[in-house]
């Protein structure tokens, strides 16, 4: 099969470069994806389209596509076009949402072999995902923050002891020898492994704990960062590094063990296995995986009792554990409360822009940009730096950049006038992850221990799906789980494309402004004192009812 690659250069396809880069957004994740052969683009089920069917429609569909058109995707699949405005999204997609009492994985499985639903991960099913570098500055400034409080800002001769070198996993090792420490990665599959050697995000490989020990020892001996990915299985690898008694300084797993029938695989079974037990009895697969996950987050709690900080990075794994007899899983903390929350507070989350004309020297002109203009903010120049000097690009050039209310309209308006100028070698398009301040809903990852208590409202993402259609969005999409996150989780996305119009430069101001706005209230509302800050130094509009005083009318 011809794989896919994103289209580059200046000749479009379709109508205008708003519909032709959405199109190539589309082809970027089938370009970046871990299995593209079945549209997989990570997190072990997160598809880019329903199947090769939907695929064709919605690329033929989008080369038709007018203006004031909106195509309309139902969980991968193209169900129709309506006849809208000029500044109406063009797509408008609901990937993987099922009602409460049916969310089950049992009946999302059932569901999918029919044929009538697929699970889009967070930005695979509406084509947002850039690589691993999309959780890369995610995973940097947790390091950084651990740095700050527990190891006096120096991760310098630190070991750092982590799982999973997928999609998003691989973003690990980078982010660990970004922030200086000696950081082995654990992974089960030795072609991820090279793959990540091969894109350079991960430095030696082997099969030897002993061996990898050694590369950690000499190199936290020396204070030289490395990043070390050893074959073998998590749930065997953990305990017996606990049982020779070495504790590294920060432990977490990014396995995708949120799914137990195509994610987590279980200790002793060999690859090959996998597949035969999947199809045979997929319910002792899920088991064996459940306890699996037992043992190792089992060891992740002496760990973390022998004084390593440890935490959750997002995949469920404590979840999993806890219902399968680790009945203090939950000691373990979750990244987002732990490291996160005073920056989402302030809506300040990981933006992104793409670079559609596919050349790199766009992403390093709005870097140079970004260096220039936003030098008052320490942590976006800090990453730009290092994320020009480490990380390689996959597929269409990207950059991520965590900027808050205010700041993303900035850039993305400066950006826009830069296309517009014609600095840039094509348009951009702005989008960002689901794991923002008002686009996601999941109690056990990004509002876990939420002050109020409203961890498992749900109303936060739709309400951020409607802002952002109101707002002129040029993409929305809302999701929720599939495979073994069914049930846990609701979010929102939403891309622009600045093609340096007057009209680009509406739609961005309104949408990206009102997108953190939304963020900002939902934390102010919990009575987060960074967003009650924010309200107040930003003049945003909030509604405070707890002592409304006003005089009501009734009929
Ligand atoms: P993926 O499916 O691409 O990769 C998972 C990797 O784990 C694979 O390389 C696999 O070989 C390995 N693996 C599975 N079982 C293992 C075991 N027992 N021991 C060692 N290795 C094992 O998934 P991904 O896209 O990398 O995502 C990983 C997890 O992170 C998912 O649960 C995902 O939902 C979560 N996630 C978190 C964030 C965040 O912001 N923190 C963002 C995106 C995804």
Same mark, same amino acid.
């Given at each position: 099969?011809?794989?896919? !690659? %994103?289209?580059?250069?200046?000749?479009?396809?379709?109508?205008?470069?708003?519909?032709?880069?959405?199109?190539?957004?589309?082809?970027?994740?089938?370009?970046?994806?871990?299995?593209?052969?079945?549209? &997989?683009?990570?997190?072990?089920?997160?598809?880019?389209?329903? #199947?090769?069917?939907?695929?064709? %429609?919605?690329?033929?569909?989008?080369?038709?596509? /007018?203006? $004031? /058109?909106?195509?309309?995707?139902?969980?991968?699949?193209?169900?129709?076009?309506?006849?809208?405005?000029?500044?109406?999204?063009?797509? @408008?997609?609901?990937?993987? #949402?099922? *009602?409460?009492?049916?969310?089950?994985?049992?009946?999302?499985?059932?569901?999918?072999?029919?044929?009538? +639903?697929?699970?889009?991960?967070?930005?695979?099913?509406?084509?947002?995902?850039?690589?691993?570098?999309?959780?890369?500055?995610?995973?940097?400034?947790?390091?950084?923050? @651990?740095?700050?409080?527990?190891?006096?800002?120096?991760?310098?001769?630190?070991? @750092?002891?982590?799982?999973?070198?997928?999609?998003?996993?691989?973003?690990?090792?980078?982010?660990?020898?970004?922030?200086?420490?000696?950081?082995?990665?654990?992974?089960? #599959?030795?072609?991820?492994?090279?793959?990540?050697?091969?894109?350079?995000?991960?430095?030696?490989?082997?099969?030897?704990?002993?061996?990898?020990?050694?590369?950690?020892?000499?190199?936290?001996?020396?204070?030289?960062?490395?990043?070390?990915?050893?074959?073998?299985?998590?749930?065997?690898?953990?305990?017996? +590094?606990?049982?020779? $008694?070495?504790?590294?300084?920060?432990?977490?797993?990014?396995?995708?063990?949120?799914?137990?029938?195509?994610?987590?695989?279980?200790?002793?079974?060999?690859?090959?296995?996998?597949?035969? *037990?999947?199809?045979?009895?997929?319910?002792?697969?899920?088991?064996? =995986?459940?306890?699996?996950?037992?043992?190792?987050?089992?060891?992740?709690?002496?760990?973390?009792?022998?004084?390593? @900080? &440890?935490?959750?990075?997002?995949?469920?794994?404590?979840?999993?554990?806890?219902?399968?007899?680790?009945?203090?899983?939950?000691?373990?903390?979750?990244?987002?409360?732990?490291?996160?929350?005073?920056?989402?507070?302030? =809506?300040?989350?990981?933006?992104?822009?793409?670079?559609?004309?596919?050349?790199?020297?766009?992403?390093?002109?709005?870097?140079?940009? +970004?260096? !220039?203009?936003?030098?008052?903010?320490?942590?976006?120049?800090?990453?730009?730096?290092?994320?020009?000097?480490? &990380?390689?690009?996959?597929?269409?050039? %990207?950059?991520?950049?965590?900027?808050?209310?205010? /700041?993303?309209?900035?850039?993305?308006?400066? *950006?826009?006038?830069? &296309?517009? $100028?014609?600095?840039? !070698?094509?348009?951009?398009?702005?989008?960002?992850?689901?794991?923002?301040?008002?686009?996601?809903?999941?109690?056990?990852?990004?509002?876990?221990?939420?002050?109020?208590?409203?961890?498992?409202?749900? $109303?936060?993402?739709?309400?951020? %799906?409607?802002?952002?259609?109101?707002?002129? =969005?040029?993409?929305?999409?809302?999701?929720?789980?599939?495979?073994?996150?069914?049930?846990?989780?609701?979010?929102?996305? *939403?891309?622009?494309?600045?093609?340096?119009?007057?009209?680009?430069? !509406?739609?961005?101001?309104?949408?990206?402004?009102?997108?953190?706005?939304?963020?900002?209230?939902?934390?102010?509302?919990?009575?987060? /004192?960074?967003?009650?800050?924010?309200?107040?130094?930003?003049?945003?509009?909030?509604?405070?009812?707890?002592?409304?005083?006003?005089?009501?009318?009734?009929?």
């Amino acid at each position: 099969m011809e794989q896919i !690659k %994103a289209q580059r250069g200046a000749d479009l396809r379709c109508k205008s470069w708003r519909q032709e880069a959405l199109l190539r957004l589309l082809e970027n994740v089938l370009e970046n994806a871990e299995d593209q052969e079945n549209l &997989v683009v990570y997190g072990a089920l997160g598809k880019a389209a329903r #199947n090769w069917p939907s695929y064709h %429609a919605i690329v033929a569909t989008l080369k038709d596509l /007018e203006e $004031d /058109e909106t195509l309309i995707i139902q969980s991968g699949k193209p169900i129709g076009i309506i006849k809208t405005h000029t500044n109406a999204p063009l797509v @408008i997609m609901a990937n993987g #949402n099922l *009602v409460g009492q049916w969310a089950k994985s049992d009946h999302f499985y059932e569901l999918q072999k029919k044929g009538l +639903i697929c699970w889009g991960g967070l930005t695979a099913g509406d084509w947002q995902y850039i690589g691993s570098q999309g959780v890369i500055q995610g995973t940097y400034e947790i390091f950084q923050t @651990i740095a700050r409080k527990y190891f006096h800002s120096d991760l310098s001769g630190r070991f @750092i002891l982590t799982a999973g070198l997928g999609g998003m996993g691989s973003s690990q090792p980078l982010a660990g020898v970004m922030a200086g420490a000696a950081i082995l990665c654990v992974d089960v #599959n030795e072609e991820h492994i090279d793959k990540r050697i091969k894109s350079g995000y991960l430095q030696r490989k082997t099969a030897e704990l002993d061996v990898a020990l050694r590369w950690i020892q000499e190199a936290t001996e020396n204070k030289q960062s490395v990043s070390v990915g050893l074959i073998g299985n998590a749930a065997e690898i953990y305990p017996e +590094i606990l049982k020779r $008694d070495i504790i590294p300084d920060i432990v977490s797993d990014q396995t995708a063990a949120h799914d137990l029938i195509y994610g987590y695989i279980p200790a002793g079974y060999r690859l090959t296995d996998v597949e035969t *037990v999947r199809q045979s009895d997929p319910e002792r697969l899920a088991n064996d =995986a459940g306890q699996s996950i037992a043992a190792e987050v089992s060891a992740m709690l002496q760990f973390k009792r022998k004084g390593s @900080i &440890v935490f959750d990075n997002g995949n469920n794994i404590r979840t999993q554990a806890f219902k399968y007899g680790v009945n203090d899983a939950f000691d373990i903390d979750i990244f987002t409360e732990a490291f996160l929350r005073p920056l989402f507070s302030r =809506a300040i989350g990981p933006f992104r822009w793409i670079a559609l004309s596919g050349e790199a020297e766009d992403i390093n002109l709005i870097d140079k940009y +970004i260096l !220039k203009e936003f030098a008052e903010n320490e942590i976006v120049v800090n990453w730009i730096r290092l994320a020009h000097k480490y &990380v390689p690009f996959q597929g269409l050039p %990207a950059r991520i950049g965590w900027l808050g209310h205010g /700041e993303r309209t900035r850039l993305a308006l400066a *950006v826009n006038q830069m &296309v517009a $100028d014609g600095l840039l !070698k094509g348009p951009i398009a702005f989008t960002r992850d689901h794991l923002d301040a008002g686009a996601m809903t999941h109690p056990n990852i990004m509002t876990e221990r939420m002050k109020d208590g409203s961890d498992a409202v749900t $109303d936060w993402p739709l309400l951020n %799906a409607m802002t952002n259609c109101s707002s002129m =969005a040029d993409l929305v999409a809302i999701h929720s789980g599939g495979g073994g996150y069914t049930g846990y989780m609701q979010s929102a996305g *939403v891309t622009l494309v600045a093609d340096g119009t007057e009209a680009a430069g !509406k739609r961005l101001k309104c949408t990206l402004d009102n997108d953190t706005t939304l963020g900002v209230l939902r934390y102010a509302d919990a009575g987060y /004192e960074e967003a009650l800050d924010e309200v107040h130094q930003k003049g945003i509009h909030r509604i405070e009812t707890n002592n409304y005083q006003g005089v009501e009318k009734h009929a």
